[in-house]
């Protein structure tokens, strides 16, 4: 049997390339079809991204309405203040309201707190909250992930809260420790992040979760309705004192400005001397704070801020020298101070500290007109007082004011209407006399930022 003949070379080489360029099309076709089916996935990604991005703003959750509840804000009037109606009284109107009153202020606070202090910020929220404000709530990273997811869902599930869009929770934690200077780093923090979220707030309020009002919201927004905006309230004195040796010529190391994990400060061996170009001011770290200051130590263009911050960086004692010292020496602000922070505190001890309030400092408190006060034990027995007899707040309800409409006492938030409406009471006649007597006193304007020999 003959075998059939060998193939020429002439058609091996021809069916070889017809195979080669069959295998490079069919390469070239695979290739183009994963690089569109990539070019046209990018695509959809990208789509998504901007629509996610687009339809809800980085410093808000997407799951919020886009506009407050039109009920508490149906129109940009001014406000009404209601009293009780006085037959003798020819301004008020047939409703007890008040045509003539100011538009009332906003106020935005910064409540902060550490490691067991999630209940009791929650408290402190409610105690402190009216529509018309804005809250930044933090826990500083001494606290569990668990207490602020807590703190956050807590906030969420609180129909009011939702409602007027005011409250927010810091995902961010810094580190606060009581001396150095990372306090200043996390309050300033707090306010810039307030001046982003709200357009529109006329005082800054730094609350400590130890700390407690004396007043109702209404009563201090009709209060503060009154007073020109500019006005900065602040304990502050150029008296140094014993401080020079304790907590401003001592140099430490503030771990909370560097490290994850919490830590001991450290303290250098060496000392320093006190600033010559600007004069130190000394207060406490409570203070009710314009918009314009606060701008100004953020935004502003005026360079002492950021030179007393990097001052202040290793100092034992920062929080309550930075804004006096920096108020008492721009002459922008130094005579919109008044000496007095509005908070009421035990007499100092020995050993330069403020000790615990508790129901034997009720009738003080009370008489004191402050609206503020600290600080207060973990033993809530004297807020429970504070509650009951000042603020009308019954347990986990917020404090009601002239924006609640409902008709049972445990839940009279539950319905709501105009948050401009106000309903000032007994604490702001006490607030009213203590200013009124303050400011009328000839030695207020002496008082301000004087340095002392």
């Known amino acids: 049997m003959q075998n059939p003949p060998p193939p020429s070379p002439t058609a091996t080489a021809a069916a070889t390339a017809a195979a080669a360029t069959a295998k490079d099309h069919h390469t070239r076709t695979t290739l183009f079809i994963i690089l569109a089916a990539s070019f046209f996935s990018l695509l959809f990604i990208l789509s998504l991204s901007s629509s996610s991005s687009s339809s809800s703003e980085p410093s808000q959750p997407s799951s919020r309405p886009p506009r407050p509840d039109p009920f508490l804000f149906p129109n940009a009037q001014s406000h009404r203040t209601v009293f009780p109606t006085d037959p003798s009284s020819s301004s008020a109107s047939d409703d007890g309201a008040d045509a003539d009153a100011p538009p009332p202020p906003s106020v935005a606070y910064f409540v902060s707190g550490s490691a067991g202090h999630s209940a009791r910020i929650l408290r402190l929220l409610r105690a402190v909250y009216h529509p018309r404000n804005h809250y930044l709530l933090h826990l500083d990273r001494f606290a569990p992930q668990a207490d602020r997811d807590a703190l956050a869902l807590a906030v969420q599930s609180s129909p009011i809260f939702r409602a007027a869009q005011n409250v927010d929770v810091l995902g961010r934690a810094d580190f606060a420790y009581p001396k150095g200077s990372s306090p200043i780093s996390a309050t ?52 140094i004192g014993w401080r020079e040796s304790r907590k401003l010529r001592p140099i430490i190391v503030d771990p909370g400005l560097y490290l994850l994990e919490k830590t001991e400060m450290f303290y250098a061996s060496q000392k320093r001397g006190l600033p010559n170009a600007y004069q130190l001011f000394s207060g406490s770290t409570f203070g009710i704070l314009s918009r314009n200051f606060i701008e100004h130590c953020i935004l502003g263009t005026d360079n002492l801020p950021r030179t007393l911050l990097m001052y202040l960086s290793n100092t034992p004692s920062s929080l309550s020298n930075y804004f006096p010292t920096i108020l008492c020496n721009s002459h922008q602000f130094n005579r919109t101070v008044v000496n007095t922070n509005l908070q009421y505190t035990s007499n100092k001890s020995m050993k330069g500290e403020y000790p615990e309030l508790d129901s034997n400092d009720f009738d003080n408190m009370i008489k004191s007109g402050a609206a503020f006060a600290s600080s207060f034990p973990m033993d809530e027995s004297v807020l429970d007082r504070i509650d009951r007899e000042i603020l009308g707040r019954y347990p986990d309800k917020v404090a009601p004011g002239g924006w609640c409409l409902g008709e049972s006492r445990n839940d009279t938030c539950s319905i709501w209407g105009d948050a401009d409406v106000l309903r000032p009471g007994p604490g702001a006649r006490r607030l009213e006399k203590f200013l009124v007597n303050f400011l009328s006193n000839g030695t207020v304007l002496s008082q301000q930022c004087v340095v002392l020999d």
Do not use: C, E, M
């Not at 309020?205 to 503060?224: K, M, S, W």
């Open 188 to 239: 300033l923090h707090g306010a810039s992040i307030l001046l982003r979220l709200a357009p529109r707030w006329d005082w800054f309020v730094n609350l400590n979760a130890l700390d407690y009002p004396l007043v109702t919201q209404d009563d201090l927004l009709h209060i503060l309705s009154y007073l020109p905006k500019d006005l900065n309230f602040v304990n502050h004195t150029s008296y």
